[in-house]
């Protein structure tokens, strides 16, 4: 089983539509969570960490159930500049950030 | 406002020839971090430098050798190039190891013929 598991879609929406990605991670030792972006032949960038509590930043909401060892993202209303690849990243102690394979979004109009 | 700086942006090799990745960073960060990404596999670890003067193996680390030359700089060495090691190569930086949040050079493209 992958560390660090997600769907790799393409989810393909329209503007304005509500979409959810879900992850699990296989480790019950990870310590924090993260979503990450990355767009089409560019870096990734950290889009959002993700608490227990749940999260949200605008049009975006984190959440993360331990005991299922589960993360989501969900993006409300979206845009066309939306589309890229949502990766879904674990922190366990003493290693280094440990990715999933990413979810892909495409947005059209 | 530079951040991650990666050279070269693109090479092309042939199988067994040597080659050097190069990473800067100047956010005064203390670790660094060197992943591959190739098609349907992620972002994949190779190795990292939690620290000035410390190194340690990622999930991939075979037919790679790296260098923290100093707190900027940490490059990554391709003795013997092979077709498998064809992959986009990013480095990353973070102020500590167990931050989440890196930040990552453009990327360069390696392509072993």
């Known amino acids: 089983r992958k560390e660090v598991e997600q769907d790799p879609g393409p989810f393909n929406v329209p503007e304005g539509a509500t979409v959810a990605f879900n992850c699990t991670y296989s480790n019950s030792a990870s310590q924090s969570f993260f979503w990450y972006r990355q767009d089409c032949r560019k870096e990734p960038k950290l889009l959002m960490s993700?608490?227990?509590s749940g999260n949200e930043d605008g049009r975006f909401t984190a959440q993360l159930n331990r005991a299922s060892q589960y993360i989501s993202l969900l993006i409300r209303d979206s845009k066309l500049s939306d589309s890229a690849t949502y990766l879904c990243v674990v922190n366990q102690a003493g290693t280094a950030l440990i990715f999933g394979k990413g979810t892909t979004l495409s947005v059209s109009s | 406002n530079a951040g991650v700086t990666q050279t070269p942006k693109f090479q092309v090799l042939k199988t067994g020839q040597s080659m050097t990745l190069q990473c800067a960073q100047d956010m005064n960060h203390n670790s660094m971090y060197w992943y591959r990404q190739d098609p349907g596999m992620g972002l994949r670890l190779i190795y990292y430098s939690a620290s000035e003067g410390t190194t340690d193996k990622g999930e991939v680390p075979n037919g790679y050798n790296v260098s923290r030359l100093n707190k900027r700089e940490f490059s990554l060495r391709l003795e013997s190039a092979a077709p498998s090691q064809t992959s986009v190569y990013f480095c990353?930086?973070?102020?500590?190891?167990?931050?989440?949040?890196?930040?990552f050079g453009e990327g360069s493209r390696l392509t072993v013929l």
């Open positions: 990353a930086s973070s102020a500590r190891q167990n931050t989440g949040e890196l930040f």
């Open positions: 993700v608490y227990s």
